[in-house]
């Protein structure tokens, strides 16, 4: 993954559980995770009378410790007084619950994002229904395979503590002031549904959470809850919009990887990444209809195991919601209830480019 353009102003990352200053008032906390990528960032920002914390960690090993040791140690005398959540995956909302019951504080969120918390957390095997089964087979899973995951499906609740009962609203636009400082809410999607950012112009400092990563590429999947979403659509609406908002020299601190300098070579290297996916997707629709399982090796050169199969799936389901939503794909469903897509034309190159957004909102009807 390119990364040519970014600047890494930190030599070193902090240990695990351990903290950093960025700048006054702005600390950077590693907790780590039980997977291949195996932290998360968090940040902790100094008020007058206490500290925001900017995500959680995951509600398994030694978070919960880790936290106990800061509150400790590196808090100089202050309380918590208040949690934001970025977006509703399980490192980032893991430990919400217990943080804000601990100290008794309010929890920010978007409404999109909280509330899908709340459905991926209390998901149940008895949820595993048709229409998920009927998802699967149209991606192209085998019987057997559909019948491992029903046997394994559910929600992250493992790995997340019960959420708190209520939350703040964040909104896109909406401003937090914090020590004298105004931290601007820039709310992208794609990645999840209402992914809440932080940039504060008098720092020129984004917390970018996952919406914009410098090494890793985050994940844009359409799931069974929502078969026919184009969330590549407003990935790439998102990050044109960061890239009008946002100057191009902010210190981003990400959920992942180490803190930088080049946003908008950043954000550019990102839509060029995701429109090279769709031209060798419609590409490799030409001469046959493939399903979307046999169209995984053009996306991932990598051997697939059943742990990264779903998320791949997902990704490459987005980007075939977005060609077919945008009338460059045509879509059947063969005698096995698998959807076959086919390129409507042959003429690629800018096209893609030129056409990014027009494809209406709303999804087609057919199924």
Wanted: glycine content about 6%; hydrophobic content about 40%.
């Amino acid at each position: 993954m390119s990364t040519a353009g970014l600047e890494y102003p930190f030599a070193d990352t902090p240990a695990p559980g351990e903290l950093r200053e960025i700048v006054p008032g702005v600390l950077w906390l590693r907790m780590p995770l039980p997977m291949a990528l195996d932290h998360i960032n968090l940040y902790l920002l100094e008020d007058t009378d206490g500290w925001w914390i900017v995500d959680t960690g995951i509600a398994v090993g030694p978070t919960r410790d880790m936290w106990k040791r800061v509150f400790a140690t590196h808090l100089a005398g202050k309380p918590v007084k208040a949690v934001i959540s970025t977006h509703c995956h399980p490192d980032h909302i893991g430990l919400a619950g217990w943080l804000c019951e601990r100290w008794r504080v309010p929890f920010y969120m978007t409404q999109a994002e909280y509330f899908s918390s709340l459905v991926f957390s209390r998901l149940q095997a008895e949820h595993f229904s048709w229409t998920s089964e009927q998802f699967m087979q149209r991606a192209g899973y085998t019987r057997e395979q559909v019948e491992r995951v029903r046997k394994s499906f559910g929600g992250y609740s493992k790995f997340v503590e019960p959420l708190p009962t209520a939350y703040l609203r964040l909104v896109d636009g909406g401003s937090l002031v914090i020590k004298d400082r105004r931290w601007r809410v820039v709310v992208g999607k794609g990645h999840s549904p209402e992914h809440a950012c932080l940039y504060c112009e008098a720092l020129n400092i984004l917390l970018s959470g996952d919406q914009v990563i410098p090494r890793i590429t985050s994940n844009i999947s359409v799931m069974a809850l929502e078969p026919e979403a184009n969330p590549l659509k407003q990935w790439f609406r998102s990050h044109e919009r960061f890239l009008d908002l946002l100057p191009a020299d902010a210190l981003v601190l990400p959920a992942h990887n180490t803190p930088f300098r080049g946003l908008h070579e950043r954000l550019r290297y990102l839509i060029e990444h995701h429109e090279d996916h769709l031209l060798a997707l419609e590409q490799a629709c030409l001469d046959a209809t493939p399903t979307p399982m046999e169209l995984l090796p053009v996306m991932f050169k990598r051997k697939l195991d059943d742990n990264h199969l779903g998320l791949a799936l997902g990704e490459c389901i987005a980007h075939l919601n977005f060609l077919h939503q945008r009338g460059q794909l045509a879509r059947e469903t063969d005698a096995q209830g698998r959807h076959r897509y086919r390129s409507i034309d042959a003429t690629l190159s800018q096209r893609l480019r030129a056409r990014r957004y027009e494809a209406d909102d709303s999804p087609p009807l057919q199924v």
